[in-house]
């Protein structure tokens, strides 16, 4: 049931949540307004959380098998963020129970290029998984993503807990080395346009990583005026400098630190942190190499081979209006 767009079911929990649901709570257990009150809210709640748990369950349906079964009877748009964090939690949680490892983070449409290119405004973040991390040089197939797209990227080798009470320099010396990057996408939005909320639960549709060699960060490194050049096949596709990537990687880095503690997170001891691109998402075909070259930092290089085009994707009759 609609009524001026909107579900009205979501928008019940939306006025109980945000603007009586204190007040609701404060009152005695006695009065029927009150007790009719706490019964709808708790409905509410538990038909939200089961449409965040469906969302979850769509997202690894995706991820494992490029193709999406509604279960979910709501717009994903109609989410708050903490809640599409939520479904990216569970969907995370799923893949670790399948023997997956969470290896670090992700910040997303930190640069002003892919914030035009996708139509969002914020950062997002995500997890780093194994076994989707590769070694420099690593070989793909261009099946095994639903629209391959590729970034050229920073890794941050972590070396120490991040606290948001960390100043700026021990924040900068938590970061033991730096690696040159490529990140891989599956790049697909599945409910309608670019958004927020669908980039976040779908873990910043995130695909895999590939890791070139380490190399120590200098006292004297300015990360803001890092260059990095994405080439396919040896032409020249895309180019930036870190300070497109929130004025610098370090505010990013910053940034990661505070939305974590803030959920109850941190970046651990370990962990590589990819601050995010200084240029747009670049499209790759069957045949493609590509590297990813940094004024300081090196290069690495991914190749794709196979089948390339638009590879099948599958949604069900039922997604269809949403």
Same mark, same amino acid.
């Given at each position: 049931?609609?009524?001026?767009?909107?579900?009205?079911?979501?928008?019940?929990?939306?006025?109980?949540?945000?603007?009586?649901?204190?007040?609701?709570?404060?009152?005695?257990?006695?009065?029927?307004?009150?007790?009719?009150?706490?019964?709808?809210?708790?409905?509410?709640?538990?038909?939200?959380?089961?449409?965040?748990?469906? *969302?979850?369950? %769509?997202? !690894?349906?995706?991820?494992?098998?490029?193709?999406?079964?509604?279960? @979910?009877?709501?717009?994903?748009?109609? !989410? =708050?963020?903490?809640?599409?964090?939520?479904?990216?939690?569970?969907?995370?949680?799923?893949?670790?129970? /399948?023997?997956?490892?969470?290896?670090?983070?992700?910040?997303?449409?930190? =640069?002003?290029?892919? &914030?035009?290119? /996708?139509?969002?405004?914020?950062? +997002?973040?995500?997890?780093?998984?194994?076994?989707?991390?590769?070694?420099?040089?690593?070989?793909?197939?261009?099946?095994?993503?639903?629209?391959?797209?590729?970034?050229?990227?920073?890794?941050?080798?972590?070396?120490? #807990?991040?606290?948001?009470?960390?100043?700026?320099?021990? !924040?900068?010396? =938590?970061?033991?080395?730096? =690696?040159?990057?490529?990140?891989?996408?599956?790049?697909?939005?599945?409910?309608?346009?670019?958004?927020?909320?669908?980039?976040?639960?779908?873990?910043? +549709?995130?695909?895999?990583?590939?890791?070139?060699?380490? &190399?120590?960060?200098?006292?004297? @490194?300015?990360?803001?005026?890092?260059?990095? %050049?994405?080439?396919?096949?040896?032409? /020249?596709?895309?180019?930036?400098?870190?300070?497109? +990537?929130?004025?610098?990687?370090?505010?990013?880095?910053?940034?990661?630190?505070?939305?974590?503690?803030?959920?109850? #997170?941190?970046?651990?001891?370990?962990?590589?942190?990819?601050?995010?691109?200084?240029?747009?998402?670049?499209?790759?075909?069957?045949?493609?190499?590509?590297?990813?070259?940094?004024?300081?930092?090196?290069?690495?290089?991914?190749? *794709?081979?196979?089948?390339?085009?638009?590879?099948?994707?599958?949604?069900?009759?039922?997604?269809?209006?949403?």
């Amino acid at each position: 049931m609609t009524e001026g767009g909107q579900n009205v079911k979501l928008w019940t929990f939306e006025v109980i949540s945000s603007e009586t649901r204190q007040d609701y709570q404060a009152l005695p257990a006695i009065g029927a307004r009150a007790r009719i009150a706490r019964n709808a809210m708790r409905q509410v709640e538990a038909n939200l959380n089961r449409e965040v748990e469906a *969302f979850s369950c %769509e997202m !690894l349906e995706i991820f494992q098998r490029h193709q999406l079964t509604r279960q @979910t009877t709501i717009d994903i748009n109609s !989410l =708050s963020l903490e809640q599409a964090y939520q479904v990216q939690d569970r969907y995370v949680a799923a893949r670790v129970s /399948l023997g997956e490892r969470v290896v670090g983070w992700k910040v997303g449409c930190t =640069s002003k290029a892919i &914030r035009e290119q /996708l139509g969002l405004a914020q950062p +997002i973040c995500g997890r780093l998984l194994k076994p989707y991390v590769h070694e420099d040089d690593a070989d793909f197939l261009v099946s095994d993503f639903i629209n391959c797209a590729v970034e050229p990227e920073m890794i941050f080798h972590i070396g120490t #807990d991040l606290l948001a009470t960390m100043d700026d320099v021990a !924040l900068m010396n =938590s970061i033991v080395a730096v =690696s040159p990057g490529i990140e891989l996408h599956n790049y697909r939005f599945w409910y309608g346009k670019p958004s927020s909320q669908e980039l976040i639960a779908a873990n910043g +549709i995130h695909a895999a990583l590939v890791v070139g060699r380490q &190399r120590p960060l200098l006292p004297d @490194t300015d990360l803001a005026l890092e260059r990095v %050049e994405l080439l396919v096949n040896g032409g /020249l596709a895309a180019s930036g400098i870190g300070t497109e +990537i929130m004025g610098g990687p370090f505010n990013s880095l910053r940034w990661l630190v505070r939305h974590l503690s803030k959920r109850g #997170d941190r970046v651990h001891a370990g962990d590589l942190v990819i601050p995010g691109s200084a240029v747009r998402l670049v499209t790759v075909t069957a045949g493609d190499t590509l590297e990813a070259s940094f004024t300081t930092f090196g290069r690495c290089r991914a190749c *794709f081979r196979g089948i390339s085009g638009n590879q099948q994707v599958k949604t069900s009759p039922a997604a269809k209006g949403h």
